[in-house]
């Protein structure tokens, strides 16, 4: 009778964007000494939105003595009470500027705003919330008899995929505990990071509490370099935390990596399909599978396959790819060209190796950097699709027989970030969650996080964890 | 294996699709759609002649300033008022659907549901909204209500058989998920949630656990078989959440009133505000619209 077309549902908050972007220094907005801005764009139509600051050597090092400065002089002097105050200070405001926030890191990052708007920003609040708390209560955190002792300058790079709450997940607890901060946000993702820097300054912190400097890698390396840093805190790829824990080797500084992955999705065959489906789609699909920890790896029970097979098939079909601004797109924007180019490129390969491609059949919007909705079959561990990060919404099916051989392929991979398992019988659920290397398992759902539930790696996936008391225990010294 | 089904996760996608957001050219088709789905419902216990055939004059022409809005679906009513819907509906495309089976309860002896059923169509009902045996089907007695069902339909013949779960008394999205397949196992035309008559009538997860059900079935043997939600369905939004349910779970093909309806009293109200607010930006009163 009547198709049901969802019209055009835009997100009509308008953020404000200034044109230029000085580096977030001691309380200020400056100039960089570097004297050179980049353009930062939205990867949806590939406009420019900003000109953003480059901070080279001498900025870093401008900002790591302006957060040593602080250090001393204010917030690891302060009560604790007040510095909890502080750090609620932010959560409030990041909730009363929850829209215009999430609008911001839609528009910069490419992801939709049914997620920044629901997951980014309520949980980088929620980060906040959580450690203002702690702030007053550390050596609760501490064995008996220690005392909680903040560490100094904490250096903090975090990627592009959920620029404010991974900036969220390293400045609360860091601050909390006493320490100033030089944040680096990703070099094609500044926005959120720098009206996070507004925040703060309205917030009143002390001068230099927290810094923020944008730029690209070498920004990043200067930062893991300089020589008055007392930790840094990296989330990104597993290639850079290799360089970054050979930069540091054998220096007095304190590290913690959160990096790639390839988490198993294991579906058992009395699993409830229906919602093991939707575990599968927001595994990989959320995000457009920009997710360290996005469960690209389905092991399937080989009795199953098929239907799971049909039944991913016409999910794909309902998923809305298109604009990231429209409240009901379900897949936005790829991060950037780079990043679009090597998702293609992995998919090449899944091709050439003799896996087989589905895709969600749907147009693509002319401009700005997108790829459908995929999943390979008929993929072998041996395959380069099986084995590397394509962090893309791309999904690769694996079939196992019985619970041990799916616990051998789960673990046969250099990483051990997240593992899924969907079965309805409690004991399987136990005896192969408990035999996962993985920092995080997931039971009957998938990509549920909480600010008092920590999350870090195994192996190449990095060390440390972020969240709850053991995420604060990374911010107090030794 | 018996489908099975994880609560967590299912009200996660339910409450997902509940945020679809339905605006402008969609919300207009979409409230029409609604209209035409509409089972508008009377079951109380002071029912009258009178009552039911305002209700009617209703259900033909919902609001006489508001051209585009079809007439709804069918009038639901008790067995004992089929025959004066049945007037009152006569040259107009809205169907008479009785309830059946010892409503709501379904409590009496079997041969009393059926005969309750037999004197429905005796006086003209064009469908038929029987309840299921709960006692029967949450002590374990499946086949008992599989059999019932079977014997309902078999009485029905042509006519169309709506099958009433109670969603609200069967405790679990399992039990519902396997109320549902015995349902349809057994050639229901539709299976329905609720009668309305107990605490907790249709919801969102539970729409999204049926249309599970029914598109299973019609996967597995071709059948296409309808869903009503009923009971509790006051607001336009709540309206277009069910028809964005449909339509992501089932598809497009299940959005007519063939396959899907809404049983509800007040809902239609709410529709023909809603509408009159999208074509004009401004709000009507409630008196400007009949209160029957």
Avoid at chain 1, 140 to 168: H, K, T
Avoid at chain 2, 122 to 147: C, N, Q, T
Avoid at chain 2, 164 to 191: F, H, P
Avoid at chain 2, 241 to 266: H, M, Q
């Amino acid at each position: 009778m009547t198709s049901l077309e969802y019209a055009p549902a835009p997100e009509t908050t308008k953020p404000q964007i200034r044109e230029h972007y000085g580096l977030f220094v001691a309380g200020n907005w400056v100039a960089p000494q570097s004297e050179r801005y980049f353009d930062t764009v939205d990867p949806s139509n590939e406009n420019v939105l900003a000109k953003v600051a480059y901070a080279g050597a001498a900025d870093v090092d401008r900002a790591v003595r302006s957060a040593r400065k602080a250090y001393e002089k204010y917030w690891s002097k302060m009560k604790p009470a007040e510095r909890a105050k502080y750090v609620f200070r932010i959560a409030r405001a990041i909730t009363e500027r929850s829209r215009e926030l999430a609008v911001l890191e839609t528009m910069n990052g490419g992801k939709p705003i049914k997620e920044s708007r629901d997951f980014d920003i309520p949980t980088s609040a929620a980060h906040f919330f959580y450690y203002a708390g702690w702030a007053d209560k550390l050596e609760w955190a501490m064995r008996a008899g220690r005392e909680a002792r903040p560490i100094g300058v904490c250096g903090q790079i975090v990627p592009w995929n959920f620029p404010l709450l991974m900036a969220a997940w390293k400045i609360a607890p860091a601050l909390a505990c006493g320490n100033t901060v030089v944040l680096k946000p990703a070099e094609t993702t500044p926005l959120t990071a720098l009206a996070l820097a507004q925040i703060v300054q309205e917030a009143d912190l002390p001068p230099g509490t927290v810094n923020v400097l944008t730029g690209d890698g070498a920004t990043g390396a200067a930062l893991v370099e300089h020589p008055d840093v007392d930790k840094i805190a990296f989330t990104g790829s597993t290639e850079v935390g290799k360089a970054i824990r050979r930069a540091i080797a054998g220096k007095k500084k304190r590290l913690t990596l959160e990096l790639g992955g390839k988490a198993a999705h294991i579906v058992f065959d009395d699993a409830p399909m229906d919602q093991a489906v939707e575990g599968i789609v927001n595994g990989i699909y959320f995000n457009q599978g920009h997710v360290c920890c996005a469960g690209s790896r389905l092991l399937v029970q080989e009795n199953v396959h098929d239907e799971i097979v049909v039944r991913l098939t016409e999910r794909l079909q309902t998923l809305r790819l298109g604009d990231p601004l429209d409240k009901n797109t379900d897949i936005g924007a790829v991060n950037s060209k780079a990043q679009l180019d090597k998702i293609r490129e992995l998919v090449r390969s899944g091709i050439d190796q003799g896996a087989t491609l589905v895709q969600q059949s749907c147009a693509l919007p002319e401009r700005g950097y997108y790829f459908p909705a995929s999943f390979f079959t008929g993929v072998q561990q041996s395959h380069r699709i099986a084995r590397e990060e394509i962090f893309g919404p791309v999904l690769s099916i694996l079939t196992f027989r019985t619970p041990d051989e799916a616990i051998e392929k789960a673990n046969n991979t250099p990483y051990g970030l997240s593992a899924g398992i969907w079965t309805d019988k409690g004991s399987k659920n136990m005896y192969v969650a408990e035999r996962m290397r993985a920092g995080v398992v997931w039971c009957n759902t998938f990509n549920l996080f909480d600010p008092s539930s920590p999350f870090g790696g195994y192996r190449e996936s990095g060390f440390g964890r972020e969240g709850g008391v053991h995420g604060l225990r990374e911010y107090l010294a030794h | 294996m018996p489908a099975t089904v994880d609560a967590v996760m299912l009200e996660a996608r339910a409450g997902a699709l509940a945020k679809r957001s339905i605006k402008t050219t969609s919300k207009i088709a979409g409230i029409r759609l609604a209209v035409a789905c509409i089972d508008l419902t009377t079951l109380e216990g002071k029912d009258s002649e009178g009552r039911v055939r305002s209700l009617c004059a209703k259900a033909i022409r919902p609001a006489q300033h508001l051209p585009d809005i079809p007439s709804v679906a069918a009038v639901c009513v008790y067995p004992s008022l089929v025959a004066v819907a049945k007037d009152a509906l006569r040259g107009s495309s809205v169907l008479v659907a009785s309830v059946a089976t010892a409503f709501p309860s379904g409590l009496s002896s079997p041969a009393v549901r059926l005969d309750d059923v037999r004197a429905a169509i005796a006086a003209g009902a064009d469908e038929i909204d029987m309840v299921i045996d709960r006692g029967a089907f949450l002590s374990g007695k499946d086949r008992s209500v599989y059999d019932e069902i079977v014997a309902v339909k078999r009485i029905c013949g042509e006519l169309h058989l709506k099958v009433i779960l109670e969603t609200g008394e069967l405790g679990s999205y399992d039990a519902i998920r396997r109320a549902s397949d015995l349902a349809l196992e057994a050639g229901a035309d539709v299976i329905k949630t609720s009668t309305g008559k107990v605490g907790t009538n249709a919801t969102f997860p539970v729409a999204v656990v049926m249309c599970e059900a029914i598109r299973d079935y019609a996967r597995r043997t071709g059948r296409a078989v309808g869903l009503k939600v009923a009971g509790g369905v006051r607001t336009t939004k709540q309206a277009l959440t069910y028809l964005v349910i449909v339509n992501e779970t089932l598809g497009e093909a299940w959005l007519t009133p063939e396959r899907f309806r809404l049983g509800a009293s007040s809902l239609l109200d709410d529709l023909l505000m809603q509408y009159e607010k999208q074509l004009t930006g401004n709000y009507a009163g409630p008196d400007y619209f009949p209160k029957d």
